[in-house]
């Protein structure tokens, strides 16, 4: 049976597990092979391109990473105006680089874009929104920024919105009677909910009133580092148990949090944080959102001054989180690679992970809740 012949379901599942086949007859084998990588389903549920200013290399990296999708975020957050005007704006940018760098990237709206991406050798771009405030209380745009090509919708950033409380709000308040609406019109035009960033009864609240599964696309696990957006046992089952993921960054997040200095994530950190979602939710529900750009970071005196100047305007907006600093860098050094996720399908394989196991984290978990979610 040829590729194309497959059911949607059955063509996602088939892409993300055929290098299981393969590798199950030499069990002895301890590596995550390159054939396994080259045939397995590689989803960053959130990452970017990179740097504006080299943007030929930077697709060049994009077409070395192996990714099948990436899904990156248009428009600026918080709550300002011309929120949507940025949103329009970014997606225009997007559409200009479909034109420029076709054989490289392709749009992904719906489950089957993501086999003809496989096929073609090119990685999908899933566009996001980090926040609503753009919908400026009218429920009806959500219909605009479907149209836009957008596929997954942020509740809310660190503070506060018109659906609900972020992370950073003291006062927990949750998702508000707007935020159900929301929820309910997101459900509606079968666009994927994203709980990153949200406060805890946000979080809880709306992943309980959607009718299908959300996802929080980029996250770590606050049993280990308590951190604002790091999410606690309860949270990421209550996301598993209704058929959600829970996507793993590879930011300080993962080693820095409340009292503690901030630090750069190094692999060991990212591997407990992996290795302890999967016990909590199982392997079906965890992935990876690393929260990075897919080329390598150069951390020299450029990059070193525009990393403080950001981290000084997010302390000035409020929205800094415990971890970040001046020279903390949104990056795990080991993998500090276009081919992250090859490295670390290495490193877990060598640590026990099966083939079966690692094709669910590295992308095969959030094809299957792409397909649950979003339109045929």
């Not at 105006?81 to 420029?100: A, C």
């Not at 392709?106 to 753009?134: E, H, M, W, Y």
């Amino acid at each position: 049976m040829t590729l194309p012949q497959l059911s949607r379901r059955k063509a996602l599942t088939f892409a993300a597990s055929a290098a299981f086949a393969a590798s199950a007859r030499s069990a002895v084998r301890p590596a995550y092979s390159g054939s396994s990588y080259d045939n397995a389903i590689v989803i960053d549920a959130q990452g970017g391109i990179g740097d504006t200013r080299t943007l030929g290399q930077d697709f060049a990296d994009v077409r070395s990473s192996g990714l099948t999708a990436l899904s990156m975020t248009v428009g600026d957050v918080g709550n300002a105006p011309n929120r949507l005007e940025s949103i329009i704006n970014d997606v225009s940018q997007t559409d200009d680089w479909f034109q420029k760098y076709g054989d490289t990237i392709v749009p992904v709206r719906r489950p089957r874009d993501l086999i003809d991406a496989k096929r073609s050798r090119r990685t999908g771009l899933i566009l996001n929104v980090q926040d609503t405030a753009a919908l400026e209380g009218d429920v009806t745009r959500i219909s605009l920024l479907k149209s836009l090509g957008i596929r997954i919708v942020q509740l809310t950033y660190n503070k506060r919105n018109l659906c609900g409380d972020g992370c950073l709000e003291p006062g927990n308040a949750g998702l508000s009677d707007f935020g159900h609406q929301v929820v309910n019109e997101l459900n509606q035009q079968r666009l994927l909910i994203d709980l990153s960033h949200g406060g805890a009864r946000t979080i809880s609240e709306a992943a309980r009133a959607s009718k299908v599964p959300v996802a929080v696309t980029h996250t770590g696990c606050r049993a280990l580092v308590d951190n604002q957006r790091n999410l606690a046992d309860w949270q990421m089952r209550e996301i598993a148990d209704r058929g959600g993921v829970v996507g793993i960054y590879f930011i300080a997040y993962l080693r820095s949090g409340i009292g503690q200095p901030a630090l750069n994530a190094r692999r060991e950190d990212l591997i407990r944080h992996i290795e302890h979602a999967a016990n909590v939710c199982g392997e079906d529900h965890v992935g990876l959102g690393t929260d990075n750009v897919v080329p390598a970071l150069v951390i020299d005196a450029e990059a070193l001054a525009a990393q403080k100047q950001r981290y000084e305007e997010r302390v000035r907006e409020g929205v800094a989180t415990a971890g970040e600093g001046p020279d903390v860098f949104n990056y795990v050094m080991e993998y500090n690679t276009p081919r992250r996720f090859y490295t670390l399908a290495n490193d877990l394989a060598a640590a026990g992970w099966p083939a079966r196991r690692i094709d669910k984290l590295i992308g095969g978990n959030f094809a299957r809740l792409f397909s649950d979610v979003w339109e045929p």
